[in-house]
């Protein structure tokens, strides 16, 4: 599966390195971000921007000192105002971890709580990093489908997929990269599976600060059934547009927060000190910090127009900050084939659906990045022209 393994002629490679993703993506954009395509397949944020009090802040804590290793849990300051933001609050002390991205929380989580052999439910397509924190720990995935273009899991799928070795599930809401919210209804209805089978609910909510048309949007950290029994990842990257600040967290329990933090000092050791102080900072000077920016859906619905009028079918977006488009109604060709020519041929890079499943799936699809600059779409409008004209 993985290119790496299959590259190490020396058997350097630990078995686990065989689980992990594949990359692909990285793999398809190859030459062509050099060369000047417009890059709509990953999701580093362009727009929104960074905000220049916390940027203002951090070249402060820097100067003043701040160099040095924090509390292994994270600065305390920056703790509180995560905890704060959650409905009801959290407990700083004992249920806030800091950690270098919601990367890294992915991982101390997995293997903090779940064992080599086990099995971890995840729904699919997903983000690739699932698949490789799951390998990390010695674990199995195992895809439960969700189908477009409403991107819900079939009731009797999901139950089957309960099985005596299954230990977690992963969720992912707003999802990358279908943009589904689960409703309260899946929330209860993942509740209730998994309090009967004890199975802990490892909750990546990247995106939570992108939902769209008054959708209503829950955190497994406001459902009573689900708080306790499971972690909750955040991460500022997406919502604040510092995704190489390395800024995420984790909300559990005290007697789950005690076992992350075990994890998260032996993988991470701690935070970044003058990037911690530079959120808090910020957070205490703007009341609306973690209230979501509201310029996402008007990105949104521009990228659908773009690709639309380009002749994609484009699939309706909950919430985060992807388009899914179809491309039959455009080619024969599969996704990744599709992509390449995209990028090759019209200079816009965007995601084969082929990166977002463990086996087949994607073949049809294409993920669209669309937190981006609105005036970036203009040139994305007028290169997808000039390549539909070229036949
Ligand atoms: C669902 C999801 N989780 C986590 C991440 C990574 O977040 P971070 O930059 O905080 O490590 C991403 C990045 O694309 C993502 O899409």
């Known amino acids: 599966m993985s290119g790496t393994a299959s590259s190490d002629q020396r058997g350097l490679a630990a078995a686990r390195i065989s689980g992990l993703a594949p990359g692909k993506l990285f ?6 971000r050099r060369r000047g395509a417009l890059d709509l397949a990953v999701g580093t944020p362009s727009a929104p921007t960074t905000s220049p009090v916390a940027i203002e802040a951090a070249c402060e804590a820097i100067r003043a000192g701040a160099n040095q290793y924090d509390h292994p849990a994270g600065n305390l300051a920056i703790r509180r105002s995560i905890a704060a933001s959650f409905v009801p609050a959290a407990d700083p002390e ?10 890294e929380g992915l991982a101390v989580a997995l293997l903090a709580l779940v064992d080599p052999g086990d099995e971890v439910i995840v729904l699919e397509p997903c983000y690739e990093n699932f698949v490789s924190a799951i390998a990390l720990a010695g674990a199995r995935p195992r ?5 477009a273009p409403e991107w819900r899991y079939d009731h009797a799928q999901l139950r089957a997929a309960f099985t005596s070795r299954t230990r977690a599930i992963i969720l992912n809401s707003p999802a990358n990269p279908s943009g589904h919210v689960l409703s309260s ?3 209860a209805e993942i509740a209730e599976l998994c309090e009967k089978r004890n199975v802990t609910v490892i909750s990546d909510e990247a995106y939570a600060a992108y939902v769209f048309d008054g959708i209503s949007y829950a955190s497994i950290a406001d459902v009573p059934a689900l708080r306790d029994r499971g972690v909750v990842i955040g991460t500022l990257s997406k919502s604040h547009a510092v995704s190489g600040w390395r800024v995420g967290f984790l909300r559990a329990a005290p007697e789950i927060t005690r076992l992350l933090r075990q994890v998260h000092v032996a993988v991470g050791g701690a935070g970044v000190t003058p990037l911690q102080i530079a ?22 619905d521009l990228a659908t127009k773009v690709f639309g009028e380009a002749g994609y079918r484009c699939l309706p ?6 388009l899914m488009i179809d491309i039959r109604t455009v080619t024969r060709e ?3 084939t599709h992509a390449r020519r995209l990028a090759e041929q019209a200079g816009v890079l965007t995601a084969p659906g082929t990166c977002f499943f463990t086996g087949k799936g994607g073949e049809n ?20 022209t000039a390549f539909s004209l070229s036949g």
């Open 27 to 32: 793999g398809l954009l190859g030459d062509n």
């Open 94 to 103: 004992t249920e806030i971890t800091v950690t270098l991205g919601a990367t």
């Open 143 to 147: 895809p439960v489908p969700t189908r």
């Open 185 to 187: 209804g899946e929330l």
């Open 279 to 300: 959120v808090a900072r910020a957070a205490e000077s703007d009341p609306s910090f973690w209230q979501p920016a509201d310029t996402l859906a008007a990105q949104r």
């Open 317 to 322: 977006t909950e919430g985060g900050c992807y």
């Open 334 to 336: 599969d996704s990744e």
């Open 365 to 384: 699809l294409l993920r669209v990045a669309f937190n981006r600059p609105v005036g970036l779409f203009d040139e994305v409008r007028r290169r997808l």
